[in-house]
């Protein structure tokens, strides 16, 4: 190649992918079925996110403790910690938050009315119209 292109290096090529992380949206995506979770994250790295993926329990609380998150997508129907309880402590230790929750259930009653909510099964473009409305950031 002529000298005075120059080729990326390792480091510039690392540095590139460091800032790309950080523009990325970080989704902690939490569902206790291991295909429903492992599809959705699949979906969601599709769609550029940053996924984090979660059984849901305890856990949850320790994930959201130890890293900042931009937008939670939880199941409502799940052992331990139900996504209901998951909407009501994120208002009071993470408020501002966006919550979507997802349940191949009817509409929870008990979730507070703005709450977004996507019935399994859904497509992409559902996901990521709900996305889009929470975090106003333009997708594919």
Known sequence: SPPHIR????????????????????ILLIDDD???RTCLQVMLQYLDYECV?????????????????????????????TGIEIVTRCAVY????PIIVMSGGSVPTALPPDTPFLAKPFALADLTRVVNKL????RR
């Not at 990326?8 to 990325?24: D, G, I, N, S, W």
């Not at 856990?59 to 129907?77: G, I, K, S």
């Open 34 to 36: 291991d295909s429903v």
């Open 94 to 97: 993470h408020p501002g938050l």
């Open 135 to 138: 975090t106003k950031l333009p």
């Open 53 to 81: 993926a979660s059984a849901g329990g305890e856990e949850v609380f320790q994930l959201m403790q130890a890293q900042p998150f931009d937008l939670v997508l939880t199941d409502v129907d799940m052992p331990f910690v």
């Open 7 to 26: 080729r990326p290096t390792l480091a510039h090529a690392l540095l590139e992918f460091q800032v790309k992380r950080c523009l990325l949206m970080h």
